[in-house]
């Protein structure tokens, strides 16, 4: 009986922790580790415990992670067994680590090592060679934009210390007897006041009235057999939908792998593709930057000039590239190098281990091999000297009354690197003053995979105030506000189901909004993912504090 009341509890707790990515509201989160709390306090400090608790530990993370990630196994069956092992060392350890200490030190101490010690780990998670950012607590409130606009000030991590810190407050609340009114005070302030300060910035927030006209195409291809198609066939795909672009449109944004053809960085003058898309934008909107993902290779020639670099001295080194391209009207080409790459899929960590485990992607269509890593995060412009005009009442993203002259500036991040926030925040560094997020989702098939790609990036876009522009292959593509709502889109060309004016799975389309342009340069944006520093610090003054207690309180026993 006792078994069954603990297995009840480690469900639980999965299921409060996966509402959030179930394209709900992350709120139950918010009590999403009392349930582990109580089955730790069902233990006591001998060994057998550690491991039986270890066990549920390990059960936890297989049940929230399958819940809510279970569709990447279309993609990798490894990835899913990989990201549950990979949880279990950088987050399990430290739970149990906390775990033993709670049987031999002070309440607040304990807690204080669980809240600091599963943010270190979870950063140290995300941002290692296997990292697996999408699990990341703060990131479950990405379908309630509404209650973290103070994102702009803590980035995600903001969110995971809220779960840890209102997780302990409503535990400790149910485990005081009899009960009180006013113990219930600190679990409610610890809900309540982040959710009021998030409503305050939520309504108070000042939108740019200066807005950029953007383009978003959707061609549908299917992502499987993608290289069966060739890339005259695929450009003259793209090129029907950039005719139906508004002539005034300042930026054309495609998805990655949009252009089917091997480009080699140099001789980019000479690719039919980007010819062809170079002519159609001509055509129907001449001031536009196209900006498209492709894979491009850089030649050494006989000099192995990187790690990831292909080849031999014979034959000559190069690198290949998940490259995003931006095309100006004058027909010069910048580039940007995904820089996260997707384990396993893009990239083979360095790790000896690691390598040891590649057999079990081996020989799948979805490995791709090793490609080169990017080094700086590439911001493109675009120069027009239109005249400014009044939004339309057809696009109604913004409220916005004029149209940007001048030089625009977009960071374009690739896929996976739109699940990193810090990262994302190193193109609003560089100047960028929009933000596009090009990506292939069609991997997943029609599951919530895509679905929840798109709701990641209504953080990214709280974090930076930088509305966002996101094109896929297929799955979502629409216009993100600077406070993380769905813009509606004006449907140019195809047909599309939902309501909001984006485009869904299995659609095809062209979708244009004025998006709102803000130059202000967040806390977050300036300071970075600072929580973390903060929690390895009070970790580390945890541990000294915890050893110090002992030997003391050793001394004075003996």
Partial sequence: MKTLQNLGLVALAAVAMSFGWWLSSGLPMLAGFVPLLILASRHDASRRSWWRMAGYVMLFFALWYGMTVWWVWLATPAGPIAAVFLAW???????????????????????TFLVSAWTVGEWIYNTNQLSFPWLNIGNGFAHDPWAVQWYEWTGVYGGTVWVLVSSILIYEFLAIRPFRVKNLFAPALAVIVPLAVSLALYFTYDEPTRTARVTVVQPNVDAWAQNEISPE????GLVELISEAPSDTRFIVMPEAA?????????LASSPSLAALKGAVAASAPEATIVAGATTYRLYGSTKATDTAHGDVETGYSDHFNSALAVS????????????????AEMTPSWWWARKLLFLIDGL???????????????????????????PDAVAPGTGSSAATGTVRAGAGICWESVYGEYMSEFVRGGAELLFIITNDGWWDDTPGHRQH??????RAIETRRSVARSANTGRSGFISPRGDVLGGDLVMGDTSATDGTLEWNERGVITADLPIDRR???????GDWPVRVSMLVLGLSILYFVAWRIRRKHLIS
């Fill in 233 to 236: 066939e695929k450009t003259a």
């Fill in 259 to 267: 252009v089917n053809e091997s480009l080699i960085e140099g001789r």
């Fill in 365 to 391: 269509d979805f490995y791709v091999g090793q490609y080169g890593y990017g080094t700086a995060r590439t911001v493109f412009d675009n120069e027009s000297a239109a005249v400014a005009v009044a939004v």
């Fill in 521 to 527: 340069i967040t806390f977050f944006v300036r300071f």
């Fill in 329 to 344: 009207p004058d027909g010069t080409v910048a580039i940007h190098h995904k820089a996260k790459l997707v384990p396993g």
């Fill in 454 to 459: 798109f709701d990641l990036a209504r953080l």
């Fill in 89 to 111: 060392i950088y987050t399990g350890l430290p739970l149990m680590a906390w775990f033993w200490i709670s049987k031999r030190a002070p309440k607040a101490l304990s807690y």
